[in-house]
């Protein structure tokens, strides 16, 4: 008898732990309570740098980072390709439009994803659809109305109810792996505020799914051999002030090239935001990366405005080879990189509000060394971003209660993500099987799949 283990992925984008949590404790997600809470597994986990959807799913999907793929945001920007030809595709990249087609060749192929691992797959409204059959993409037809009409009249809940609707139609097929978006949790976090009852409803929306996914399957007799995962790619906080990055720089005398004014003439620097609380900062006088002292020597007067501003939480810059530097109005403190271990050493202050770490950590010392911490995984998260080339020179992570984009940001957002601070970082985790017993990254979430389809 063959292995015919299942799981149903629920992608609760934009959902916070402690807002699922206190619903589960008042009783209003009765069967996230039952099937995932008391049955199941639920953890704390972290996501990643930035914290945007889209690079976000990467970490579930395959098991990496979005630095690992080159791709470092939802928007981005190839020094090194831009040099070679402003007009060339892959010079710079915006995946909030017809540029989404181009995420699936962007992936690192070194890297397959669940859904090229399992080809016997449903996909619902995921950008990600390497490895899926035309057929079995359910959304795809109704993705790009449903998606314009959700952003500009806000119908966001209709979006999930058709996705559920799909979801019903596809259990009840030969399936190994579903990987199904609910997106009006960040929708309506987006828009109205993360606790707006409107938000709430979108969390209910997600529990009836589930009570109603799991009564099929168990008269379907498939219950018992298939796992739930529900998790979210990012947190989000509530904003109450923009800084329009890209008017920052214009008032400082720089020619800017943004998404979506990419036409501009002799431009002096790219400014290109993610989930509206992160940014890369590329400056285009040097053709190669800047290392900070070179940095500074060029554009320090504009990098301690900017380093100034309230809605600044902190840059990350290349130090040298082997180094980042992290910089606030406070100061600055090294990232040191040895291999794939790290360490964190204060120079001029310490921005990450944490201890010097004793010494070189590896992958999972640093994960506990600063899970609690205002900047959960920062060390890590800092590194894998800062292996691409795509990081641009700078990384600039916002201030809770503030973010990065105004002027082109139709309609306004009244809530943010993409920063590396815990209220952006922390994510839910839950499975169905009580087998997750501490917290853990999104990456590993992608081997907690393969191992249980793998029936390992």
Request: aromatic residues 14%.
């Amino acid at each position: 008898m063959g292995n015919d283990k299942k799981v149903i992925f629920y992608l609760i984008d934009g959902a916070r732990p402690d807002v699922l949590q206190s619903l589960v404790a008042k009783g209003e997600l009765p069967n996230i309570k039952k099937y995932l809470f008391e049955e199941g597994s639920f953890q704390l986990g972290t996501t990643c740098f930035p914290s945007t959807t889209g690079p976000a799913y990467l970490p579930f999907l395959t098991g990496r980072f979005p630095g690992e793929h080159d791709i470092t945001g939802i928007r981005w920007f190839d020094k090194e390709a831009y040099f070679k030809g402003r007009w060339q595709r892959n010079a710079m990249r915006s995946y909030c439009g017809y540029e989404a087609k181009y995420f699936n060749e962007d992936m690192n192929t070194d890297y397959p994803s669940l859904l090229e691992i399992y080809p016997e797959n449903f996909n619902i409204y995921n950008m990600i659809t390497k490895g899926v059959k035309e057929e079995n993409d359910l959304t795809k037809k109704q993705k790009s109305k449903l998606y314009f009409n959700a952003h500009f009249k806000h119908t966001h809940h209709i979006v999930d109810e058709i996705g559920h609707a799909h979801l019903m139609h596809a259990i009840q097929n030969q399936f190994r792996f579903i990987f199904a978006v609910f997106p009006s949790i960040d929708w309506d976090s987006h828009t109205y505020h993360y606790e707006d009852e409107r938000t709430i409803e979108s969390y209910r929306i997600a529990d009836r799914s589930l009570g109603e996914v799991i009564t099929k399957l168990k008269e379907l007799k498939q219950w018992d051999n298939t796992m739930i995962v529900m998790a979210s790619d990012h947190g989000l906080t509530s904003t109450h002030t923009h800084l329009d990055l890209g008017r920052f720089f214009k008032k400082n005398k720089y020619r800017v090239l943004e998404y979506p004014s990419i036409w501009t003439l002799f431009p002096q620097v790219s400014v290109f935001i993610s989930g509206n609380s992160f940014a890369t900062l590329s400056f285009l006088d040097q053709k190669s990366l800047y290392y900070k002292p070179a940095l500074y020597s060029k554009h320090a007067q504009v990098l301690d405005n900017l380093v100034r501003e309230d809605a600044i939480d902190f840059i990350v810059m290349r130090n040298d080879e082997s180094s980042l530097s992290v910089v606030n109005q406070e100061g600055e403190a090294h990232i040191l990189i040895q291999d794939d271990t790290v360490a964190y050493k204060h120079i001029s202050g310490n921005p990450f509000g944490i201890d010097e770490t004793p010494g070189f950590l590896d992958a999972k010392e640093t994960f506990d060394y600063c899970l609690y911490s205002d900047y959960p995984d920062a060390l890590i998260q800092c590194k894998q971003l800062f292996d691409s080339k795509r990081s641009g020179d700078i990384a600039v992570s916002a201030n809770v209660g503030f973010d990065l984009r105004d002027f082109w940001e139709i309609p306004e957002h009244k809530g943010s993500h993409g920063s590396l601070h815990k209220d952006h970082l922390h994510v839910p985790i839950l499975l169905s099987k009580p087998i997750l017993d501490h917290p853990i990254r999104t990456t590993e979430v992608f081997e907690l799949i393969k191992q249980y389809l793998d029936g390992q």
